[in-house]
């Protein structure tokens, strides 16, 4: 069987996927972990065999499949998978279209979107004194929903985002969203977003080394009073 997780609420995902590993070991199943990105096909075909040399029963977790550029070779991967009778595991940090999915039409799909609440926050981000007590307000209600470290990563992403509008680089993405960015960038000077980018940098380091005296919602809430 083949169960999907897929989205980018990356952190119930991780959560999620965590969970089924535990589950097979339990029952003894030896699980590997497989980067998309490293295999090639003769290396998927050996890889999925139910059972190793000794008579043990496997199951193999594959990462960001769908995140691979399309080809000949990713659509001989989803037959080869789409076909095979092992227990399989792909995990996706993008939301998969419907089109992705009937690809797998047995597997047990599992998907983690993000809340309205995040992306309306961060479509809010200014530095205009008066929108400070809204973007507070709406970050509260984002990391109401969400888990407060996802709102730290997706606030760097959205920051990243901004510096591509204002360098006019080429973002992915539709139209409505790229326009939004733009429009939202325009409320920026270059070197505004670049010292938030630095500042978010600095945050992400205090975390790693667990340095930092504020909570992550503490330090999120500082950072849009000083915007």
Same mark, same amino acid.
């Given at each position: 069987?083949?169960?999907?997780?897929?989205?980018?609420?990356? &952190?119930?995902?991780?959560?999620?996927?965590?969970?089924?590993?535990?589950?097979?070991?339990?029952?003894?199943?030896?699980?590997?972990?497989?980067?998309?990105?490293?295999?090639?096909?003769?290396?998927?075909?050996?890889?999925?065999?139910?059972?190793?040399?000794?008579?043990?029963?496997?199951?193999?977790?594959?990462?960001?499949?769908?995140?691979?550029?399309?080809? @000949?070779?990713?659509?001989? =991967?989803?037959?080869?998978?789409?076909? %095979?009778?092992?227990?399989?595991?792909?995990?996706?940090?993008?939301?998969?279209?419907?089109? =992705?999915? @009937?690809?797998?039409?047995?597997?047990?799909?599992?998907?983690?979107?993000?809340?309205? %609440?995040?992306?309306?926050?961060?479509?809010?981000?200014?530095?205009?004194?008066?929108?400070?007590?809204?973007?507070?307000?709406?970050?509260?209600?984002?990391?109401?929903?969400?888990?407060?470290?996802?709102?730290?990563? =997706?606030?760097?992403?959205?920051?990243?985002?901004?510096?591509?509008? &204002?360098?006019?680089?080429?973002?992915?993405?539709?139209?409505?969203?790229?326009?939004?960015?733009? %429009?939202?960038?325009?409320?920026?000077?270059?070197?505004?977003?670049?010292?938030?980018?630095?500042?978010?940098?600095?945050?992400?380091?205090?975390?790693?080394?667990?340095?930092?005296?504020?909570?992550?919602?503490?330090?999120?809430?500082?950072?849009?009073?000083?915007?």
């Amino acid at each position: 069987m083949t169960i999907i997780i897929h989205g980018e609420n990356i &952190t119930e995902s991780r959560k999620k996927l965590v969970e089924i590993i535990e589950q097979l070991q339990e029952t003894g199943v030896l699980v590997e972990r497989l980067d998309a990105k490293t295999i090639d096909l003769p290396i998927l075909e050996n890889k999925l065999q139910k059972t190793d040399l000794f008579g043990h029963s496997r199951a193999i977790i594959i990462e960001e499949l769908h995140s691979l550029p399309r080809s @000949k070779k990713l659509t001989q =991967m989803v037959e080869m998978i789409a076909n %095979s009778k092992m227990q399989i595991c792909l995990w996706e940090k993008r939301d998969l279209s419907a089109t =992705m999915l @009937k690809k797998f039409p047995d597997s047990k799909v599992f998907q983690y979107k993000l809340a309205n %609440s995040l992306f309306i926050w961060l479509d809010s981000l200014s530095p205009k004194e008066n929108t400070k007590s809204s973007q507070l307000q709406l970050f509260i209600k984002a990391q109401e929903e969400q888990d407060e470290y996802l709102c730290f990563i =997706m606030l760097i992403r959205q920051v990243r985002l901004l510096l591509q509008a &204002t360098n006019n680089d080429k973002i992915a993405g539709p139209s409505f969203v790229i326009n939004k960015l733009q %429009s939202q960038a325009k409320q920026f000077t270059h070197d505004q977003l670049l010292k938030l980018h630095s500042q978010l940098h600095a945050l992400d380091k205090k975390m790693k080394t667990s340095s930092n005296i504020l909570s992550v919602t503490q330090e999120i809430e500082q950072l849009i009073i000083n915007l």
